[in-house]
C-alpha cells in the first residue's frame, strides 16, 4: 500500500495539473473528403462507399488528428464505425503491426517504397485471406500498399486505438516502473486516476518497465506527465545543490 499512499498524496497536485489543460475534446463532424485528401482515390472511395444515398450519416470524429497518420486513421475510424467493426478492426490492424515486429524480413518489406505496387498489393491481400481479415481491413491495408503508405502502419494503428479509445470513453494511462506493478498496486492506482477523471471515463492502464528510473513511479495520462522517480528526484537535488546560495535571502 506505500505505493498508493505516495500517490494520494500527491493528489492535490494532480487535480492542479489537470484542471490547467483539458483533456483533448471532440473534434466537430468533418466532412471525409476534408479529413483525408487521399478519398479522392478512386480504389479507396470504392472500397469505403456507403452508397448513393442522399444523406449519409454523419460520423463525428472524438479526436482531432493530423498528419498522414492522422488522416489514414480517422478514416479507418469513420469505416470501422459505420460497419459497427471498430474492436474487429483494431485487433486486426494490430495483429498485422505486431507481426511485423517479430520479423525483420516482413517488417523490411512493410518500409520498402522500391517494391513493385503490384507485389505490395498482392502481399497484402494474400496475408489478410490468409489471416481471415474482414474486408474493411483487408481494404484499407489494400490502399495503403497501394499509395506507399505501409511504412506508416504502426503510426496509424497508434492514431487509430487513440480514436477507439475515445468512442468508448476510455483514457490510457502509461505508468513506468523499474519492476511491474503488484495486482494490489495496480488496482489502487486504477482507482485513483479512476477518482481523478471521474465518471464518464474509464481508466485503461499500460505498464513500462524502465530500469533507468532507480525507482518510484511515473504516470502519464490526458497529456499529463506526474513524475516521482527517484531518477528525476535525484535531479531536482542535484540542481538545488548546484545553485548558489544567496546569503541576504537566510
Known amino acids: 500500500m506505500a505505493l498508493a499512499g505516495r500517490l494520494r498524496s500527491g493528489l492535490p497536485l494532480l487535480h492542479r495539473l489537470l484542471r490547467s489543460e483539458s483533456l483533448p475534446t471532440q473534434r466537430s463532424t468533418v466532412q471525409r473528403t476534408l479529413l483525408c485528401p487521399f478519398l479522392a482515390n478512386s480504389e479507396f472511395s470504392r472500397n469505403y462507399a456507403t452508397g448513393s444515398k442522399a ?116 483514457v490510457k494511462a502509461i505508468v513506468t516502473s523499474v519492476i511491474p506493478l503488484p495486482p494490489e498496486e495496480e488496482k489502487d492506482l486504477k482507482e485513483i486516476l479512476q477518482e481523478i477523471l471521474g465518471q464518464g471515463k474509464k481508466i485503461k492502464l499500460d505498464q513500462k518497465i524502465d530500469p533507468s528510473i532507480l525507482g518510484g513511479i511515473m504516470v502519464e495520462f490526458g497529456q499529463k506527465v506526474f513524475d516521482m522517480t527517484i531518477k528525476t528526484r535525484a535531479k531536482q537535488m542535484e540542481r538545488f545543490l548546484r545553485d548558489p546560495i544567496n546569503i541576504d535571502s537566510l
Do not use: W
Not at 60 to 82: E, Q, T
Open 55 to 170: 444523406k449519409e450519416e454523419k460520423i463525428k470524429v472524438p479526436l482531432a488528428m493530423f498528419g498522414v497518420s492522422g488522416n489514414y486513421a480517422s478514416a479507418l475510424y469513420i469505416a470501422a464505425v459505420k460497419a459497427n467493426s471498430l474492436d474487429k478492426v483494431e485487433s486486426e490492424i494490430i495483429d498485422i503491426v505486431e507481426a511485423s515486429k517479430k520479423s525483420d524480413k516482413f517488417s523490411q518489406f512493410m518500409k520498402d517504397i522500391s517494391v513493385p505496387k503490384d507485389t505490395r498489393v498482392k502481399a497484402v491481400t494474400e496475408i489478410c485471406s490468409e489471416a481471415k481479415f474482414s474486408d474493411l481491413t483487408k481494404n484499407f491495408l489494400v490502399v495503403l500498399a497501394e499509395n506507399g503508405r505501409l511504412g506508416h502502419l504502426e503510426s496509424i494503428a497508434n492514431r487509430f486505438e487513440e480514436l477507439s479509445m475515445a468512442h468508448k470513453g476510455e
